[in-house]
């Protein structure tokens, strides 16, 4: 049972990079899920969340209008779609799917927004 992140990677400002969170063991199709991330020295926050149908979505002010949480259910996958990328955005970014006290945490993907 497990998710796993991919997709990060180095880009430049302004650039464009799609995160996928692969669940295993589990379907996510009653799973709300979660992207989050966490800059060094910095507490984990929340960036985007899709609620289990897919009919509900919340995001960071920090990256509303750049960023797009989506699911794939035949997939059972996660993405997020992240534009016009920030200095600001790196981060390690997590996938989190809870369903009442379940809660499960990928192992984090790391991106960096340098020139």
């Known amino acids: 049972v497990q998710l796993v992140e991919s997709g990060g990677g180095l880009v430049q400002p302004g650039g464009s990079l799609r995160l996928s969170c692969a669940a295993s063991g589990f379907t996510i199709s009653s799973y709300a899920m979660s992207w989050y991330r966490q800059a060094p020295g910095k507490e984990r926050e929340l960036v985007a969340r899709i609620n289990s149908d897919g009919g509900s979505t919340n995001y960071a002010d920090s990256v509303k ?3 797009t949480i989506s699911r794939d259910s035949a997939k059972n996958t996660v993405y997020l779609q992240m534009n016009s990328l920030k200095p600001e ?13 379940m809660v ?10 340098s020139s």
């Not at 499960?104 to 991106?111: A, H, I, L, P």
Request: aromatic share 20%; glycine share 12%.
């Open 65 to 67: 209008g750049r960023f």
């Open 89 to 101: 955005d790196t981060a390690v970014y997590y996938c989190k799917a809870v369903r009442f006290a």
């Open 104 to 113: 499960r945490w990928g192992q984090g993907t790391q991106v960096t927004v």
